[in-house]
């Protein structure tokens, strides 16, 4: 098994910026993937980026230029920066693990976080 602690959700007016970072412990592979989806409400959740441990990434078209994420391999954690927030940006943010060096989903492989609120308001 893999525990998932996310933290950073908050609420943040337009424009703003905010970091989640979620710290991955348990059985872990040496090599790995981490990253975040979101799902608000009434929608689908969806992939906002993902990286593996050797450091190759993905992000959903609408983030890129806008987020980052890294990690720490050290600390078997993912960061996710995000700039430039949108109020459709709203939803609740949930990290994912998988011991597979892909981003590419392995429902038998995978493991989610609790989720962490992010609202973008006014």
């Known amino acids: 098994q893999v525990q998932l602690v996310e933290s950073g959700g908050d609420l943040v007016q337009p424009v703003g910026s905010l970091r989640l970072s979620c710290a991955a412990s348990?059985?872990?592979?040496?090599?790995?993937?981490m990253g975040w989806y979101r799902q608000a409400p009434g929608k689908q959740r969806e992939l906002v980026a993902a990286?593996?441990?050797?450091?190759?990434?993905n992000y959903a078209n609408s983030v890129k230029g806008r987020f980052t994420i890294s990690r720490d391999t050290a600390k078997n954690t993912v960061y996710l920066q995000m700039n430039s927030l949108k109020p459709e940006e709203t939803a609740a943010y949930y990290c994912?693990?998988?011991?597979?060096?892909?981003?590419?989903?392995?429902?038998?492989?995978?493991?989610w976080g609790q989720g962490t609120l992010v609202t973008v308001s006014e």
């Open positions: 990286i593996t441990s050797g450091g190759r990434t």
């Open positions: 994912w693990f998988q011991n597979r060096a892909t981003t590419v989903r392995d429902p038998k492989l995978e493991y």
């Open positions: 348990g059985r872990i592979f040496i090599i790995y993937a």
